[in-house]
Structure formats: C-alpha cells, structure tokens
T-cell receptor, first 114, second 112 residues
C-alpha cells in the first residue's frame, strides 16, 4: 500500500491568484497522478506526474494553467494558476505503487475560489 | 476500449436494508476490478478488489464478485448503516503502467 499526505487540506483563494498543492508519499513510486473532482462529480484526471521530465496532461488541461513538478519519486506539486471560481474543486493526488494494479489516494485539497 | 458503467444515484435506503450497486465493465484482457469509497470531505479509499474471474472481494461487510461472463462487479451489503453513507466508485486497472478507469460514482444515503 501507500500512505499519501497533501498540503494544504483546504484553502480559500482570491480570483487571479495561484495555489500550489503538495503531495508526499511514504514510499518511492513511479506512477503519480493528479485528479480534479468538482462538486458532486466523479474524478477527472488532470495529468500524470513524471519524475525528471514534464508531466503528461490529459485533454483539456494545459501546463500553463496546471504546472506540475516531480523532483523525486516521493513528492510532487500541482499549481493552480490564475484561478477563477470555476477552479473550485477537490484536488487529489494519487499513486499506483510499482508492480501493482491498486491505486491509492491522498485526502484531497478542497479549494474554493472567490 | 476500456470503460466502467455504474448505476446512477443517489440511492436512498433505510438502515439495515440490503444494498446493491451495479457495475459493469468493458475491457481488453483481464483487468483487476475495484470498489472505492469516498466519505464526505475525504479522499477515496480502497474498499475491496478482485483480480480474476470468480474472485470475491470483501471488506467491512461489503462484497463483490468478479463475473467475467456478465462483465460485472456489483457491490452488495446485507445490512447498511448510517455510517455507510458515501459515494462509491467502481474501477478497473491492471499492473504495468495502466491508468485506472473509474465509474461515475454512486452516492448512497442511509437513513436512520
């Protein structure tokens, strides 16, 4: 298994500002992901965070809006840039430990943009 | 392609009622199947999994059986409690760099 922590757990931000969310895993993992979950909705994959290279973004998500860093195999950050109220969501960090098929999730960061 | 379809919610039950949440899948090969639960204000937690046909996953009184012939993985519980109120996600995945496919989620409300 994997234990994942995220910071902050929640934040309220002003329109036009940026927020960086941190994700820490208790073991080294190759596959790490960032998801968005809008109120009452399912999960939407934003990107796969690749260690040592640029993240792989899903359709509809771009690096300028959601820059991701992955400096090592236990840590990643997601920045939500130039925020608008439409960015109000829960942002979830997730990993699949190497050689397994089971995905584990962090507790999420609840973001409200005013 | 790969996909997961689960019954739409919300599902509202009285305490001690029987629960079924339907989940069907399409997939190439032989994926593993999962149920995740998301309690209010929290992230997703793995509830149970099954890795091959006819396997039964179970946890906390919940069960689901991997049915290859009907491509289904329905979640059941014999007697629900108020504390089971949450959103339940069916999912499929496999090892080796495969991205997990999630269903849309089913919200369960249990009334006392």
């Amino acid at each position: 298994s994997a234990v994942i922590s995220q910071k902050p757990s929640r934040d309220i931000c002003q329109r036009g500002t940026s927020l960086t969310i941190q994700c820490q895993v208790d073991s080294q993992v190759t596959m790490m992901f960032w998801y968005r979950q809008q109120p009452g909705q399912s999960l939407t994959l934003i990107a796969t965070a690749n260690q040592g290279s640029e993240a792989t973004y899903e359709s509809g998500f771009v690096i300028d809006k959601f820059p991701i860093s992955r400096p090592n195999l236990t840590f990643s950050t997601l920045t939500v840039s130039n925020m608008s109220p439409e960015d109000s969501s829960i942002y979830l960090c997730s990993v699949i430990p190497d050689s397994t098929d089971t995905q584990y999730f962090g507790p999420g960061t609840r973001l409200t943009v005013l | 392609g790969n996909s997961v379809t689960q019954m739409e919610g919300p599902v509202t039950l009285s305490e001690e009622a029987f629960l079924t949440i339907n989940c069907t899948y399409t997939a190439t090969g032989y994926p593993s199947l999962f149920w995740y639960v998301q309690y209010p204000g929290e992230g997703l937690q793995l509830l149970l999994k099954a890795t091959k046909a006819d396997d039964k996953g179970s946890n906390k009184g919940f069960e689901a059986t991997y049915r290859k012939e009907t491509t289904s993985f329905h979640l059941e519980k014999g007697s629900v409690q108020v504390s089971d109120s949450a959103v339940y996600f069916c999912a499929l995945s496999r090892a080796g760099g495969f991205k997990t496919i999630f269903g849309a989620g089913t919200r369960l409300f249990v009334k006392a």
